[in-house]
């Protein structure tokens, strides 16, 4: 059971960051691979690129002001109906623990991903969700 979780945690997990990479781009974000070494990531987080991603990551898009790029990254990763308020976390927590250089690692582990879920859920970033979650709700 734990590991038929896990395994649907990792598929999610890796739809997400697809999801990222697909609405961020190449001119925006530098690609990165899973298995990269530690210092190659380290480098791609701390990278000019992949801070701006972290800090657009909940602000208007540029040239779509109703839009922002977790709204997009939202509807690609669950297109086929508005995702849940865990939903909404757990994906803001995949792309934070991404994109954030405090988070060495790429995986998600479950101490950290625990961690940055439960501050998600009670923080500030559920006041966020709730938002985007209507917001998305207008465009389904």
Known sequence: MLRSHRAC???VS???KESIFAVFGETLLDPINTNATPQAIAAWKSSRKTKLCFKKLFAPIENDPNDTYF???LSRAWPTAAPTNM??????TVCQIMLNE???KLTMSDEI?????????VSKYLIIINTLKLILMNFI
């Not at 939903?87 to 803001?92: C, D, E, K, N, S």
């Not at 991903?113 to 859920?121: D, E, F, G, V």
């Open 14 to 16: 890796s739809k997400i």
């Open 102 to 104: 405090h988070y060495e």
């Open 9 to 11: 945690r990792s598929r």
């Open 87 to 92: 939903q909404l976390a757990y994906t803001a």
């Open 71 to 73: 709204t997009r990254i």
């Open 113 to 121: 991903t625990k961690n940055r879920l439960n501050k998600n859920i």
